[in-house]
């Protein structure tokens, strides 16, 4: 993902185009820029603000914007480990339903155990 934002900066500074400058035309911080352009994802808000910036800064350099939160996402793709397999989901929600069984079974057993106990005693 690097990449992405050593791509961006390297137009920026072929067309002769400050940091400042983007960021004024952009509306974008100065903070958020750097970090795009040095790759820092994690200094950067949200994914939603993170793609809006991406986009709206290579829209600025006259770039396809559009193209580079595709080349994002796919870079990010990469990186989310796989969903977990139907089998284990399943065997998952079998064991969510055994132990709501179980809770019903003993909150039934400790109320016919406060019955017996009041009514006998």
């Known amino acids: 993902m690097k990449q992405i934002g050593k791509e961006l900066k390297e137009v920026r500074e072929e067309k002769g185009i400050s940091l400042e400058e983007i960021a004024e035309k952009t509306k974008i911080q100065p903070r958020f820029l750097r970090a795009i352009e040095s790759g820092n994802w994690e200094d950067l808000p949200e994914e939603v603000y993170l793609r ?8 600025a350099l006259g770039l396809e914007g559009q193209e580079f939160v595709e080349s994002y996402n796919r870079s990010r793709a990469q990186e989310i480990p796989p969903a977990i397999p139907e089998e284990e989901e399943e065997e998952e929600k079998n064991n969510q339903f055994l132990l709501l069984i179980i809770i019903v079974v003993l909150i039934g057993l400790g109320i016919i155990g406060f019955l017996v106990w009041h009514f006998l005693l």
């Open 52 to 59: 809006g910036f991406l986009k709206t800064y290579a829209d």
